[in-house]
């Protein structure tokens, strides 16, 4: 089975860049990929998906042109480079498979890595 590993948050100032890194391990990495977050009090937000080959992208409307989605498919590794953080991004973000990056993507989930935190702050 699938076992979904995330690393890479911590803390950061305003402005600056983190990248989060989702491992997988148990089979190889032949699925779509999706990266939530869930800040405390608020709902889980769906933030970019990555198809199995990495042709298709979708970004939220909070995060397009500041994160770059990415993989790479023989490090068995999905990426998520996030720039201009601001606090409204601090999170714990995970990484999930799910059943192709396209509509309703969010609600196709397949399982779930345990999610590492980010905290945008002065």
């Known amino acids: 089975q699938l076992h979904l590993v995330e690393s890479g948050g911590g803390l950061v100032q305003p402005g600056g860049s983190l990248r989060l890194s989702c491992v997988a391990s148990?089979?190889?990495?032949?699925?779509?990929i999706g990266w939530f977050r869930q800040a405390p009090g608020k709902e889980r937000e769906g933030v970019s998906c990555?198809?199995?080959?990495?042709?298709?992208?979708n970004y939220a409307d909070s995060v397009r042109g500041r994160f770059t989605i990415s993989r790479d498919n023989a490090k068995r590794t999905v990426y998520v480079q996030m720039n201009s953080l601001i606090p409204e991004d601090t999170a714990v973000y995970h990484c999930?498979?799910?059943?192709?990056?396209?509509?309703?993507?969010?609600?196709?989930?397949?399982?779930w890595g345990q999610g590492t935190q980010v905290t945008v702050s002065s």
């Open positions: 148990g089979s190889k990495l032949e699925t779509s």
């Open positions: 990555i198809s199995t080959s990495g042709g298709t992208t």
């Open positions: 999930a498979a799910i059943y192709g990056c396209s509509t309703s993507w969010m609600q196709r989930i397949k399982n």
